[in-house]
Structure formats: structure tokens, C-alpha cells
């Protein structure tokens, strides 16, 4: 109910009903939208009956109401049990009962009432009214006669013998008292008591026994007189008295359990019981209904609900397309589930997927075995909610694998809700006799279906439209949306108002950068962009995947990958063998579209991306410094300045119709760009509307990892899939994301901004606004003098220290917040940051204050003829320095300031940046959310890495890993360790032998070897630039450079059968692919250990020590403590990245050369992936290095 499409249904279901019963707290139901007076607008007709503790008004009306109390509170309990024991419970809940049976009669006469006056009805039914009004003769007794009442068990107050009394083998309840009775009608006119005596109990002389002769005689001798009928009732057996009691007059009745009660000649014969047939336990026995109407009992019509059947049920009413089937599967597995551990073996709907043994989705048939097995392991993965890491080396068809695994789960997972949603429906404990269970799974089936069939269609409309867009598109070129750019208008003194915060300015409907009608405008926009709700507008949501990579180029490839696919998520609906023929690599042409055919529905996909990639407003990109920014300020604006590609609210239908062509056809960024150019609709906001319905979603890491991006989006990963490729950029990025930076130029920007603004305005901002500012001002001045100071002392020294070897130096300094607070001074340090911050974010939809002082700056400058630069379209200043605050707001102990001086020392520049040292909590949120966490990479060695870094904390069922081999045969791969070299010398390139011209000359003679041996491509990772500037000279000088060039051209760029030199994780490393002949030789130079100088690298380690220390499991001796095992496992990420890429597809083969005798080392060689370390040899001698690779490339020649 607290969720908006929830919320949806109850609304529509309101529309659509007679009566409510609700039973909420009074008044709870209106802070949710449901109280009467919303239900009243929505349908005047409404019985709308409250049931509530106390009512709806007075001091107890947001009391709870529970019957004990009630029966305590209102007199009942007080009344009830022995008078000589504490007071008792009725034995069920008699006030609910009653309140309810009150409720039923007030909803009766309520309708009766609508009849008259076509009018709805408010209930205010309640326990505590309802129980006082049970009081009855105990009520009148006080409030007539004045007389408080006590308890007395089973017995009358007034009447004697009227009370239980217990037999040889049970109870009795004997009522007789009425000796008036003597004077009226027989045969009841007798004296009750006189035949009780003389009659049933023999006795006569105790009627005739002054003590007892009057009722009021019995009641001023009740001890005596219940003593000697109790005495004489326990000498004979219950069915004895029984016999003696029947027809007689004198009331009485046996104290019956409840099996003697349902086999009472009375309760069968008014068959009080009924049977029903339950769709999951046959049949069932209830009671049945007490009223008969025209001497007939009603018939039950069902069987009574099992959980959230209902729910399940009304449910359609709301979003009921193929989404909601998902939401209601999981009602549905909850309850099966439920009542599977209650009843067991009766339960026989099993909804666990089996993880299936072949994929025919996929495009090859039959598929390699690793892919396979890679498949099923993504498949269960995400079947048992688990998270894990799969390494798939380069040309193992890894994307094409995750697809369609993920995909097929998907597809499955569709299968299942329908399948559970029949099942809940109908049962399976079904008779498929039973023609109303039948009938009623049929109608189910038929509505599924016809939901499916509805949507697809509005896509195949959408996908019409699109097509003639382009066809319009083709026959002329589209003209650019030209406006008149009005000529600069001279800004004057009374404009500054608009630079005033919101709660000063005097003219917000008019100069402000925003109307209020525009601002509401953004936020419905907004609001319907992360819901994904227009007005009227049916949103469906469904389980989606999320595929996210590191870059733009990683994410185009995805697309062509799904296209060719044997797979549709529809159900009604079957992918065209036309797939089939779209070769390896290529992706659908759109312009396939143009050719009018029948496009068959694949899975809904959406390409979200940034506006650089996606904004067509192309007066904006020709313009705007920061696109974002300039978007942001454009969303701002009104009338024909807004950006004309988002739709007003009032023209919905137009974003809607393009959300439609969005998830009609897969696209591509690109693809998705020139879908928004035709429809003149924003294609950044398009695929931010199309999400909810889309099942497939591509994105970068950044809109995946960080949260404010992904609340920005309205992108919720709960229970969602979330596969991360090429994973093993996901430490660095995550690291990356959680770093703020500040330069000292933006720092002192920002504080002459802001300077600038208070003096302006001092005198009319509000004494809160002035607090605040004058607070910041105080706080920018503080950092920046320290930052001044602290760059003074570096210049300082560093001119000292670095005399004479090089006028560029790098000096860092690592700080925690609190130190860097401290440095600040007292009079900044005792500055609330949380205040100032939160204040900097307080105003709403970019209103921010910031933007504001760098408005007002802007305009002065501009005032001022350019003499100082406006920053018109680009991020305010003070942006940087709230993103800052936040971080130091929000430092923990895994946070690090860093201070950098950045360039010469002269005129140097100053950086401040904070950092998390544990990439682990940014990425917790996305883990603890989705439902499935799948990392893979190409090489995603070492594993144990990426599980210490990111999932230390996860159970060990929770996580699993599957590193696949390659899909070459084996002796298409030649890995080797070179430890010694022609010499006979141990090689080892470690930092300090780098500049050796020996070592240096040594290594050019191998490779010198290498390069008459290898007979094509060959590329030599060296560890460092330096290293690799050095080794150049020195083989310049030398003339060996020359000697490799007879044999192969040298380049530092991709080229056949060249030397190609590369550094190990530059940027050349990164998207290598040197299939064939462009490399037959891969050669790893040393290890490239990062340098231990950096302090910022010493803070890291040091840190990951200190979490190791502090874990309750210690490490075994001869282990490497945790800061040693991740120093040497960022090495070995860094070499396992540049080798895994020499092998591109099954018949290609290619030597792997590591030339350093630390890699024959356990430790290391356990850092390789297991395709490669399995394999890997270690040479005795140069000798026997040579004759290998000779023979590895005889054989090759030979096989090919
Ligand atoms: S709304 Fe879209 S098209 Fe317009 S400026 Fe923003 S990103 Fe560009």
C-alpha cells in the first residue's frame, strides 16, 4: 500500500467497489491516501466501513484495539469467572465477533440507505462501544438501579439453581428457578425447582424445605442447596441425568466439547457443517453459515483464501501487463513456500528452475563445452541468488555466453511467474474435472495472454512509427531546429534579484531562474522520469538485468552479441530464424527496419548513456563547456528558451510514444541517439522513461556503481541481475568513484564567489541564509590559507631537495579528516560542515545556492567587459567544494585526504582530493540490492583479490567463482618462464637493475633471439616507461635497435608481423587485440610492482593491514600478511591483462613469454589464470628457451 502502484490498484479498486472494510488506526488510512474523504471523491457511492478499537474520535481514538483489552477495558472481563478467582477471558473473541456481526449490520442498513439517497456512508464501528452495548441487563442494572455487578462463575445472580454442576463423568448446566411458573400455562406452569427435586434428583422434601421453597430462599441459601444437588449429581454418570432431565421442563443442557457439539442431533440435523473442495487440500469441513433464509442455508461458494490469494487476484487490476507477473510470482512462491514447510509433501508445485543442460538460444550449435558450462554456471548463479566471478579469457564468446544465460533465465523466470500465477489460481491439487477450477485457470491463462499480446502490440505500433519516421527521414534532410538567439541583454541592477536565494527574492514568478509553474513542471518531469509514470499512464516494471562495462566501445559490442540470439522473452512470439544469418560481430542493420517486414519482438533494451553521447540539442553542443550543466540550466529555463526536445507534461504522449520506439527495437547508443534526432524527443530522458519496462538494460559503471546516479535515474537493483564485464576494472573505477577533488584554483574561485555575493546581498539575505554564508566564507578562507601554507612549505622544500635534478616535482601528503579539520584552526574547525553542506543542497530542482553566487558572479564579470572570464554553461565552482564537504562530512575511517602539489614548483598548483581506501562499501549497496551479482572478465586473476577487496563479508554459500579454460587445444599455447639468461645469469628485472646497461644489453641479445625465432608479430611488455625509454637508448646506442628492425619493423603501435614495444597497464593494454600474425609472441619484462614510494599506495597497504589485523580468523604462518598479497596481486592483475588478449578465437596460438625468474615462484605462478599457469613451463637454461620455442613454431607451421 505504501508503494505508488499499489496505491494505483487500491485506488482503482475503490472506483470499482460497494464497500470498504478497513481496520486501520483512525486517521491512518488519510496519511496514505485512502481515508474516507479520498475514497468520497473517488466514488461518492462508497460504504465505507472504519473498524477500529475506540472509534474515530476522542482521547483513545489512535489506541490499537485488541478484544482481551477491550473485554477488560469495558466491563466484560470484570464480570466473567469464579467470584472467588480473578476475573477470566470469554473463552473466543466474543467483542471482535460482535463488532464485527455490529459492522455487518450497519454496512446492511448502510446500503439500504444508498439505495434511498445514492449516497455513500461513513462506518465508525468500534469494540469498545460494541462492548459496553453487549453489557445488556449488567448496563441497565447500573445505570437504572444503580448497581455495580461481580462475577459468579456459571451461576445467576438472581437465580437459583442456575449454574454448571459437575457429574460423575462431565457437566451440567441446569437452570431451575421459576416458581411463578406454578401459577401459568402447563406443562411449563410448574414449579422448575419442585420437579428438579422430586423428579430428577428424588429429593422432594427440598421443595418443600423452607430454606429452598422461593427463589429468593434459594439465593439467601445458595451454599447450601448447590452443595446437595452437587452431591447428589455426582453419584451417577452425565448420560444417567441426562435421561432423567429429558422432557421434563426443567432447562438443561450437557457441558459438550467440541466434537460433542458438531455431533449434536441438532447440529446435524441443521447441518452445520458443510464441505467445500479446496483447490490445494480437497476437501475441507466448515461451518456453515447460522442464518437460513426461506428455511434454506446459503451456499458457500469458496473455499477459504490462502495467502494473498487475493492479492494475487486484484492485483491485475493495477499495472496488469507482463511485469506485474513477476511481483506476483514472488506472492505467489511466498505463499506456496509457507504452506509448503506447513504441510510438506502435500505441496507439489515445485518453482525452483532447474539449471538446464543445453541453451538453444545460442547461436552456435553445439556450443563449445566451456561455453556450456560457463552458461549454466551464470544460470544457477543467478537461480540461487548468489554472487560470483567468472573469468572467460578473450574469444570465448563470454558476452555471447552471459546473454544468454542471463536471458534464458529471464525467459524462465516469465515462464514461472505465469506458472505460479495458475497455479495459485487454480491449485495443484486440482481436479482437472472440476470445471470451475478449469474454467477459471482458462480465464487466468486467457488474460495473461491477452495482456502480452496488448503490449506487444503497442510496441509493433511503435515500431510502425518508427519505420515511417525513417522512411520521412530518408526522402529529406531533417532541418535543424533553428532559433533566433536573442541579442545579449544588458544586465542591470535591479535583475540581481534573481541571484537572491529563493525565500529573499521578490520576484519569483517572474525573474526567477525558475516559475513556480515551470518548477512544477520539472518535477513532475522528473518525478515521472524516475517512475516512469505520465498521467494515466499503466506502469509495468519487470525483472531486468543489468549489463554494465567500463566504456562506450566494451558496450557497443553487446548489442550485436544479443541480435544474434535464438531467443525471444515473449511468450507468444517466436524469434525469426533471420537472426541466424547476422554474421559474428555485426549487428542488425537499422536500416533493415525501412524494409517494412514484420520485426519479430526481442528483448525490451535500453542504452543508457550520458548527454555528451545522447543530447540533441546541438545549439547547446555547440555552445556549452559542460553539457550537463548546460541541460540542467536549459530544464530551467521557460518558454521557447527550454530545450524544445522535452516534451511539456501536457505533450506526455509524445515521450511515451518514443519510450515505446525504445523498447520496440534494440538500439545502441548511437542507434538510440538517431532515434531521438528523428522524433525530435531527448533521447537521455527517452531511455530514462523506458526503463521500468525494459529487460535489458546496458550502462556504464558509473550509472551502475554510484547511488546518486542511479537514484537520479530511478534505477532500484532490488532482486535485479546485475552482471559487471570486464570486471577486473571494477576495483579501480570503484576507488575512483569515491575520490572528490578540489583544486586550489576552483578552491579560491569559489571563495571570491562567494565573497562577492554576501557583500552584495549582505544587507537583504535573510539572517539564516547571512549565518550560513558568512559560515562558509569562514570555512573556504581557513582551507584555502592552510592549502597557501601548506603549498609554501612544499615549493619550499622541494626547490631544496630536488635541486638540480628536475624543476618538476610531485609532493603528496595524506591526511585523515579529522587532521586536515584540526590543521584548519579553531575558529574553522568548531564550523558545523554538516549545516553548510546540507544548506548548499537544501534548495530544490537546481536551485542550488551554488548556482546562484556563480550567477551573480558571472553577471558581474560580464559587467565588468570580460576582465574576468564568465564560466556561463559550465559546473558553478562551489559545486566542487560541496562534493568536497560532503566527502569530509561524511569521512570514515576508510577515507583519505589527499594534498598534492601538482606542477612546477614555481607556479605549482594544489590538489586536494579524498579518497576511500576500501572500495568494498560503495559497491555493498549494489550487492545487498540485486538478486544476482555476476563479475567477468577476460582474466579476472587473482581471484582471491577481487573476493578479499569486495565480498570479505558475504557468507561463503553466497559467493561462487568459475574460471573457464580456453577454447584452444592445448598445444596451441606455449607458456614459459625464462629465468636464465645466454650468460647463464638468473634474470630479474627489479627496479634498481632497470637502469643497468648490462642487464640492459643482456635483454636486448634475448630478445634478439626471440625475434629470429618468432615468425610474426611480437610484443614485448616492458614494466615502466622509464624502463622502456632507457632500454631504447641503450639499444640505439648499441645498434641492436637496428638489428631487431632488419627482422621486424619496431613500433610502439599495432601493426603485422611488427615488434610492437608496450608498457604493462597503459592505456595500450587496454582493448588490445592482437589476433593471428599480429602476435605470435607475447613477452612479459619483470614484474611491474607498483611504486612503494607513492604515499597514497603506502596509506592503502598500511589500511589493508590494519582491517587484516583487526579480523577475528588470523593468518597462518608462512602466509603474506594481507597488504603484501595485495601489492603483489595488483602486479600480477596488471601482467594477466596485457597476456590474456594474445589469443583472440580457436585457431589462433601464440607463445606467452615471462621473462623474470620470480614468475617460476608458487606464489606468483597461482596469480595466473588457470588456462595459462596449468600449461606453464620453466626452462633450465637459455638453450633449452630457444630449442622450445623453435619446436613450438615448427609444430604450428606444420599443423596449419
Ligand atoms: S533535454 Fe535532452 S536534448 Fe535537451 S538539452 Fe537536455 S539532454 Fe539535450
Known amino acids: 500500500m505504501t508503494a505508488p502502484e499499489g496505491l494505483e490498484i487500491l485506488h482503482k479498486l475503490v472506483k470499482q467497489s460497494d464497500i470498504l472494510v478497513e481496520n486501520f488506526i483512525s486517521g491512518k488510512l488519510a496519511t496514505m491516501g485512502l481515508g474516507y474523504e479520498d475514497c468520497k471523491k473517488l466514488n461518492p457511492r462508497l460504504i465505507y466501513a472504519s473498524i477500529t478499537g475506540y472509534g474515530q474520535t476522542g482521547p483513545y481514538r489512535k489506541a490499537a484495539g485488541y478484544d482481551v483489552i477491550v473485554e477488560a477495558e469495558a466491563g466484560l472481563m470484570h464480570i466473567t469467572g469464579e467470584s472467588d478467582r480473578p476475573p477470566s477471558k470469554v473463552g473466543v473473541a466474543a467483542t471482535d465477533i460482535a463488532t464485527g ?56 445472580p438472581s437465580i437459583v439453581p442456575y449454574q454448571v454442576f459437575p457429574c460423575k463423568d462431565g457437566y451440567l448446566m441446569i437452570g431451575a428457578g421459576n416458581n411463578k411458573q406454578e401459577r401459568d400455562l402447563p406443562p411449563l406452569a410448574v414449579d422448575q425447582f419442585k420437579l428438579l427435586a422430586g423428579e430428577i434428583l428424588e429429593n422432594p422434601a427440598l421443595a418443600t424445605d423452607p430454606r429452598f421453597a422461593t427463589n429468593d430462599a434459594r439465593v439467601a441459601n445458595r451454599e447450601a442447596l448447590i452443595q446437595i444437588i452437587s452431591d447428589t449429581l455426582l453419584k451417577q454418570d452425565r448420560e444417567h441425568w441426562l435421561q432423567r432431565f429429558t422432557g421434563l421442563g426443567v432447562p438443561f443442557g450437557p457441558i459438550n466439547n467440541i466434537k460433542q457439539t458438531f455431533d449434536h442431533p441438532q447440529a446435524v440435523a441443521r447441518e452445520v457443517i458443510v464441505e467445500v473442495e479446496h483447490p490445494r487440500s480437497g476437501k475441507i469441513k466448515l461451518v456453515a453459515p447460522a442464518v437460513s433464509y426461506n428455511g434454506k442455508k446459503m451456499a458457500v461458494r469458496r473455499p477459504p483464501p490462502w495467502l494473498s490469494e487475493h492479492t494475487t487476484e486484484r492485483g491485475r487490476i493495477g499495472p496488469g501487463r507482463a511485469g506485474i507477473l513477476v511481483r506476483e510470482h514472488r506472492i505467489v512462491e511466498e505463499a506456496i513456500n509457507h504452506l509448503i514447510k506447513k504441510k510438506g509433501p502435500v505441496m507439489s508445485l515445485n518453482l525452483d528452475l532447474p539449471t538446464p543442460t543445453d541453451f538453444p538460444a545460442f547461436p552456435y550449435n553445439p556450443p563449445y563445452e566451456i561455453q556450456v558450462e560457463l552458461m549454466r554456471h551464470i544460470y544457477t548463479t543467478i537461480e540461487q541468488k548468489k554472487v560470483t566471478i567468472v573469468e572467460s579469457p578473450t574469444g570465448t564468446g563470454k558476452t555471447l555466453s552471459l546473454l544468454c544465460a542471463s536471458l534464458t533465465w529471464l525467459r524462465d523466470e516469465k515462464d514461472r511467474a505465469k506458472k505460479g500465477k495458475l497455479h495459485a489460481v487454480a491449485g495443484d491439487g486440482a481436479d482437472a474435472k472440476d470445471w470451475v477450477i478449469e474454467q477459471t485457470r482458462e480465464r487466468v491463462r486467457r488474460e495473461l495472454e491477452a495482456d502480452e499480446r496488448e503490449y506487444e502490440a503497442r510496441l509493433a505500433e511503435a515500431r510502425k512509427r518508427e519505420d515511417l519516421m525513417k522512411k520521412m527521414a530518408k526522402g529529406r534532410v531533417t532541418k535543424k531546429m533553428r532559433k533566433d538567439v536573442p541579442a545579449t541583454k544588458q544586465p542591470n541592477d535591479e535583475e540581481d534579484d534573481q541571484f537572491l536565494p529563493e525565500s529573499e527574492s521578490p520576484r519569483d514568478n517572474e525573474e526567477m531562474y525558475i516559475s513556480p509553474a515551470l518548477r512544477a513542471l520539472m518535477a513532475r518531469v522528473e518525478s515521472a522520469s524516475r517512475s516512469g509514470l505520465g498521467d494515466g499512464e499503466e506502469e509495468p516494471t519487470c525483472t531486468k538485468i543489468y549489463y554494465a562495462s567500463r566504456t562506450h566501445s566494451q558496450l557497443t559490442q553487446i548489442l550485436p552479441e544479443l541480435l544474434r540470439l535464438k531467443l525471444s522473452l515473449r511468450v507468444f512470439s517466436h524469434h525469426p530464424s533471420t537472426n541466424e544469418s547476422i554474421p559474428p560481430g555485426k549487428k542488425r542493420p537499422i536500416e533493415d527496419l525501412d524494409t517494412g517486414a514484420e520485426i519479430t519482438p526481442c528483448t525490451r533494451t535500453v542504452a543508457l548513456g550520458s548527454r555528451k553521447q545522447l543530447c540533441i540539442n546541438d545549439e547547446l553542443r555547440a555552445k556549452s563547456r559542460d553539457l550537463d550543466e548546460g541541460c540542467r540550466e536549459l530544464l530551467g529555463e521557460k518558454g521557447d528558451k527550454r530545450c524544445p526536445h522535452l516534451p511539456l507534461v501536457r505533450d506526455e504522449g509524445k515521450m511515451l510514444d518514443f519510450r515505446d520506439q525504445i523498447l520496440a527495437t534494440p538500439k545502441d547508443i548511437e542507434d538510440l541517439a538517431a532515434a531521438g534526432r528523428r522524433a525530435q524527443t531527448c ?136 587532521e586536515l579539520l584540526e590543521r584548519l584552526g579553531r575558529k574553522a574547525s568548531g564550523i558545523n560542515l554538516l549545516e553548510i553542506e546540507k544548506y548548499l543542497r537544501s534548495s530544490k530542482l537546481n536551485l542550488k545556492v551554488a548556482r546562484k553566487i556563480a550567477g551573480y558572479s558571472d553577471k558581474e564579470a560580464e559587467k565588468n567587459g570580460g576582465t574576468q572570464r564568465s564560466r556561463r554553461g559550465e559546473i558553478p565552482p562551489l559545486h566542487a567544494v560541496e562534493a568536497f564537504l560532503v566527502s569530509l562530512t561524511g569521512a570514515t575511517e576508510d577515507g583519505r585526504v589527499t594534498f598534492s602539489l601538482t606542477s612546477s614548483p614555481g607556479n605549482g598548483d594544489v590538489e586536494l582530493k579524498y579518497q576511500l581506501l576500501n572500495p568494498s562499501p560503495l559497491f555493498k549497496e549494489v550487492v545487498d540490492a540485486a538478486r544476482s551479482i555476476i563479475l567477468a572478465g577476460g582474466t579476472m586473476s587473482p581471484v582471491s583479490d577481487v573476493v578479499d577487496q569486495l565480498f570479505s563479508y558475504l557468507p561463503p554459500d553466497k559467493f561462487t567463482s568459475f574460471s573457464c579454460g580456453h577454447i584452444i587445444p592445448a598445444e596451441n599455447l606455449q607458456a614459459m618462464v625464462v629465468s636464465k639468461g645466454p650468460r647463464g645469469g638468473e634474470l630479474e628485472y627489479k627496479a634498481g637493475k632497470q637502469g643497468d646497461s648490462t642487464v640492459i644489453a643482456e635483454l636486448g641479445q634475448i630478445l634478439l633471439n626471440f625475434i629470429n625465432i618468432v615468425p610474426a608479430g611480437m610484443i614485448v611488455f616492458f614494466p615502466s616507461y622509464n624502463f622502456l625509454n632507457t632500454a631504447k637508448a641503450v639499444w640505439h646506442q648499441s645498434g641492436l635497435l637496428d638489428k631487431f628492425g632488419v627482422k621486424k619493423k619496431t613500433t610502439t603501435d599495432k601493426a603485422r608481423g611488427a615488434l610492437l614495444f608496450a608498457v604493462i597497464g597503459a592505456k595500450l593494454s587496454e582493448g588490445l587485440n592482437f589476433a593471428d600474425d599480429l602476435a605470435r609472441a607475447v613477452v612479459i619484462i619483470g614484474l611491474p610492482f607498483a611504486n612503494l614510494g607513492s604515499p597514497e599506495l603506502r596509506e592503502r597497504l598500511q589500511y589493508v593491514k590494519r582491517l587484516e589485523q583487526r579480523r577475528p580468523t ?73 630449442k622450445g620455442l623453435g619446436a613450438f613454431y615448427r609444430n604450428r607451421r606444420v599443423a596449419s
Open 1114 to 1186: 588470523k593468518k597462518k604462518p608462512g602466509q603474506k600478511d594481507a597488504s603484501a598479497e595485495l601489492y603483489e596481486n595488483m602486479c600480477m592483475n596488471a601482467v594477466n591483462q596485457s597476456i590474456g588478449r594474445a589469443i583472440r578465437h580457436r585457431g589462433d596460438w601464440a607463445s606467452l613469454i615471462l621473462l623474470d625468474r620470480r614468475y617460476a615462484s608458487p606464489s606468483i605462478r597461482n596469480k595466473l589464470p588457470n588456462w595459462i599457469g596449468n600449461g606453464l613451463t620453466v626452462t633450465e637454461g637459455f638453450g633449452q628457451t630457444v
Open 101 to 156: 456481526l455490529y459492522a455487518h449490520g450497519a454496512i446492511m442498513a448502510a446500503l439500504l440507505s444508498r439505495q434511498q439517497t445514492g449516497k455513500g456512508v461513513w462506518i465508525d464501528c468500534n469494540l469498545f462501544e460494541t462492548q459496553i452495548a453487549g453489557l445488556a441487563n449488567i448496563a441497565s442494572n447500573y445505570l437504572i438501579a444503580g448497581k455495580e455487578a461481580s462475577r459468579h462463575g456459571t451461576a445467576h
Open 683 to 818: 533521447p537521455y530522458f527517452g531511455a530514462r522513461r523506458a526503463i521500468p519496462q525494459a529487460e535489458l538494460i546496458t550502462l556504464p559503471y558509473n550509472l551502475l556503481l554510484q547511488k546518486t546516479a542511479r537514484e537520479a535515474l530511478g534505477i532500484d537493483l532490488t532482486d535485479q541481475i546485475v552482471i559487471i564485464d570486464e570486471a577486473h576494472n571494477l576495483i579501480p573505477t570503484l576507488l575512483s568513484l569515491s575520490t572528490t577533488r578540489l583544486p586550489y584554483a576552483t578552491l579560491a574561485t569559489s571563495f571570491m564567489q562567494v565573497c562577492l555575493y554576501v557583500s552584495k546581498f549582505r544587507n537583504r539575505l535573510s539572517p539564516a541564509n547571512l549565518l550560513h554564508l558568512k559560515r562558509l566564507v569562514v570555512f573556504l578562507d581557513a582551507l584555502k590559507k592552510y592549502v597557501l601554507e601548506w603549498k609554501e612549505g612544499r615549493i619550499g622544500k622541494s626547490a631544496i631537495e630536488e635541486k638540480g635534478v628536475s624543476n618538476k616535482t610531485e609532493k603528496v601528503e595524506v591526511m585523515t579528516a579529522a
